[in-house]
């Protein structure tokens, strides 16, 4: 019984994939490019590289005028400091 669940399991998982990956190709075909959307545009990224240059600017601050988080911060700008790099506390 165990032999018959399983491989009607594997057959209903092989429909999901090939029903996943037609919806896929159909989006491509329509110019769809799939995936979630950037957080930032643009101009946006290239504001948070100007703030996080000025010294004076904390990430807090930089991270709440974007309304990001501080992994997006990074994801975009690369920090000023490696993390290994920083001073132990």
Same mark, same amino acid.
């Given at each position: 019984?165990?032999? /018959?669940?399983?491989? &009607?399991? *594997?057959? *209903?998982?092989?429909? +999901? @994939?090939?029903? #996943?990956? $037609?919806? &896929? %190709?159909? $989006?491509?075909?329509?110019?769809? %490019?799939?995936?979630?959307? !950037?957080? =930032?545009?643009?101009?946006? /990224?290239?504001?948070?590289?100007? =703030?996080?240059?000025? *010294?004076?600017?904390? +990430?807090?601050? /930089?991270? %709440?005028? &974007?309304?990001?988080?501080?992994? #997006? &911060?990074?994801?975009?700008?690369? !920090?000023? +400091? @490696?993390?290994? *790099?920083?001073? !132990? @506390?």
């Amino acid at each position: 019984m165990f032999y /018959i669940f399983g491989a &009607l399991a *594997e057959f *209903e998982r092989d429909i +999901i @994939k090939d029903r #996943t990956n $037609a919806g &896929l %190709q159909a $989006a491509r075909a329509r110019g769809g %490019q799939g995936g979630r959307p !950037p957080k =930032l545009k643009p101009k946006q /990224i290239a504001m948070a590289k100007k =703030l996080m240059k000025d *010294e004076s600017n904390s +990430i807090k601050d /930089i991270c %709440q005028t &974007l309304g990001i988080s501080k992994t #997006t &911060l990074y994801r975009y700008c690369e !920090p000023k +400091i @490696k993390i290994s *790099e920083k001073d !132990p @506390k």
